[in-house]
């Protein structure tokens, strides 16, 4: 069978959409406990009083919306915050460390791509 250049076109153009996969697009953030102090926790912030720690429920999703799984988060390399996993794929504790700010990373195996999430660990009022 000879390759026509219709069939090299056709060949590498399914070689490209196999390769596609959309990028991570964003994250759901939902606290599942009620610590003493307030705090904020939402996709466009997270707010923890120093020593206060709160449960999260994550969803992540990828730009065509679809759900993505296996999400990890990554605390700012000032480790003003901190993170544990726990058993369940969607919970994590969040955690202040410290005074300061940063970002969490979110980030999948499933798909390429980081979503970033403001944080701010403010002292205890």
């Known amino acids: 069978m000879a390759l026509t250049p219709k069939l090299l076109v056709l060949l590498a153009g399914g ?39 709160v449960a999260v429920n994550v969803l992540g999703y990828d730009e065509d919306d679809d759900p993505v799984g296996n999400i990890r988060i990554t605390p700012p390399a000032s480790i003003t915050a901190g993170v544990i996993e726990t058993a369940e794929p969607e919970m994590f504790i969040l955690y202040g460390q410290s005074h300061g700010t940063g970002s969490l990373s979110f980030t999948s195996t499933e798909v390429s791509g980081t979503v970033n999430v403001p944080v701010s660990i403010v002292p205890q009022q």
Do not use: K, W
């Open 15 to 53: 070689l490209l959409l196999a390769g596609c996969t959309p990028d991570f697009a964003r994250v759901e953030l939902t606290p599942i406990t009620s610590p003493p102090l307030d705090v904020t926790v939402s996709a466009a912030q997270v707010e923890i009083p120093v020593g206060i720690a």
